[in-house]
């Protein structure tokens, strides 16, 4: 049995403005076929794989269970950084966490956010590296390169890579030039360092104990010291605070000579940019590939998506461009700077614009909410209840709201009454005035809130009780 461990973190930030820290690019059907995150569950799941063990933030505990429901993988463990600490401490974490269950488990870790089309061909890699495992090995997974790419790290082989067999691995290459990036794809000895890793939780867990001890106690005492809420697992948040911030390869694969790479021919991508959501996409026979409401012509190898606004591109000759837009954000960039989108979103944050992390949609364990109009003394927003969800009780210092339902029905509670609210019904919440909303039907409940008053903070708010056991 083979248990995945899939890796959901990350800023968001050079997907932007499609992916931002409040709801990062693994959330995101940026190709079709669901969600990164739902793809990646899909593929390590099937005969001799068990439920998926994930690592994620609080703030995205319930958006993670919801799509690997819609998704049809029954999740396994979910275990809750307090905060982000890299992928060396994570790893770690959930291999200490699976001994508990099986000492002699085999872990498959893989990233929530990579493109691999072929599940049934990754999976007949893994498959391939199971006999290196059971040799005491540490596996990486490597692809093949097609291209001299300069924007992901290398493996390099102990000789060629044959019939995709494990190979002796000789180190790891930071991202190399072009000219050095030429030279390997020349050579075949090396591969794209892909970040998915095979090993027995034994292995791992005696390889952090050789190369990197500092983190043992930590998070050790944070996996004992978890506390369950909700089907979660929370890690002790004062002891993962001493584990360092470090990644598995500078703390463990750079240092193990047990380590094995298993070549993967297939398809494979880490949309670490939007020139790689272009190329995954297939691009047309004048490379330009459109998404949404979004009209190019004239232009060559150009990426034009939209999510809201209808968008045109047209140029007579224009090529290499990057145009995405959002209902509060655009992105106008060339091709060849896609990389640099991550500074963009900094200088964003410097100027302290919301958009550079916060959508205008925020999700919530219930269903989700956007602002739609905003002035001094109010806000008009969209609210959308999942079907059976309920709202938290809940009473405002600052402000009142009315509720104007558009779609479905409402069980309103303010104060001491308790009311159904159906379409074209509105109610008023008075400041201070103790009130709950919740969607008893079988459709999302869709409503208008306005809000009036001298505050309009999300943190506005006192809860008395709370289905989702939030402070």
């Excluded at 061909?121 to 997974?141: E, I």
């Excluded at 050095?180 to 027995?200: K, P, V």
């Excluded at 703390?251 to 991508?269: D, F, L, Q, R």
């Excluded at 104007?404 to 400041?431: C, K, Q």
Aim: with cysteine; net charge negative.
């Amino acid at each position: 049995m083979i248990y995945p461990v899939i890796l959901c973190g990350g800023s968001g930030t050079r997907l932007w403005p499609l992916s931002r820290k409040s709801y990062p690019k693994q959330f995101t059907e940026l190709v079709p076929g669901g969600t990164l995150l739902q793809a990646t569950a899909r593929r390590l799941s099937g005969a001799g794989y068990a439920a998926p063990c994930v690592l994620t933030g609080a703030e995205f505990r319930f958006i993670v269970t919801q799509q690997l429901t819609e998704a049809g993988v029954d999740p396994g463990a979910i275990l809750i950084e307090p905060e982000g600490r890299n992928t060396a401490p994570a790893i770690l974490a959930a291999a200490l966490h699976l001994a508990k269950q099986d000492p002699e488990a085999v872990m498959l870790v893989a990233p929530s956010d990579h493109v691999i089309p072929d599940a049934s061909a990754f999976r007949a890699a893994v498959a391939r590296g199971l006999g290196a495992v059971s040799a005491g090995d540490l596996v990486t997974f490597g692809i093949t390169p097609d291209r001299a790419e300069t924007g992901y790290g290398y493996l390099e082989l102990a000789g060629p890579a044959r019939d995709g067999s494990p190979g002796r691995l000789r180190g790891f290459i930071e991202k190399p030039d072009h000219a050095r990036a030429a030279e390997m794809l020349t050579a075949g000895t090396c591969l794209w360092n892909s970040g998915i890793f095979l090993f027995s939780v034994r292995d791992i867990v005696a390889a952090f104990a050789a190369h990197a001890p500092a983190l043992m106690d930590p998070v050790a005492r944070a996996v004992d010291g978890a506390t369950a809420d909700l089907g979660f697992l929370r890690l002790a948040p004062e002891a993962w605070r001493d584990a360092d911030d470090i990644s598995i390869d500078y703390a463990i694969m750079e240092k193990a000579t047990n380590i094995s790479a298993v070549p993967y021919p297939g398809h494979w991508s880490d949309l670490g940019g939007w020139d790689s959501v272009w190329r995954a996409q297939e691009p047309d026979e004048a490379g330009v590939v459109t998404h949404g409401p979004a009209t190019a012509m004239d232009c060559r190898d150009t990426l034009l998506r939209s999510e809201d606004p209808e968008v045109a591109l047209v140029g007579l000759g224009l090529e290499k461009v990057i145009a995405v837009a959002t209902s509060d954000g655009v992105l106008v960039a060339g091709m060849d700077c896609a990389q640099d989108v991550k500074s963009v979103v900094a200088r964003l944050k410097e100027k302290g614009v919301s958009q550079a992390e916060q959508f205008p949609k925020q999700h919530r364990p219930w269903g989700w909410f956007q602002s739609l109009a905003k002035g001094g003394r109010f806000q008009v927003k969209r609210i959308v209840v999942e079907p059976g969800a309920t709202l938290s009780l809940q009473s405002h210092y600052h402000r009142s709201e009315h509720w104007i339902v558009v779609e479905g029905s409402a069980r309103a509670t303010i104060g001491g009454d308790r009311s159904l609210v159906t379409e074209n019904e509105s109610v008023y919440v008075p400041a201070g005035t103790r009130h709950r909303l919740e969607n008893p039907g079988k459709v999302p409940l869709v409503l208008i809130e306005v809000q009036t008053g001298s505050y309009l903070g999300e943190d506005d708010i006192l809860r008395y009780e709370d289905v989702y056991a939030r402070p």
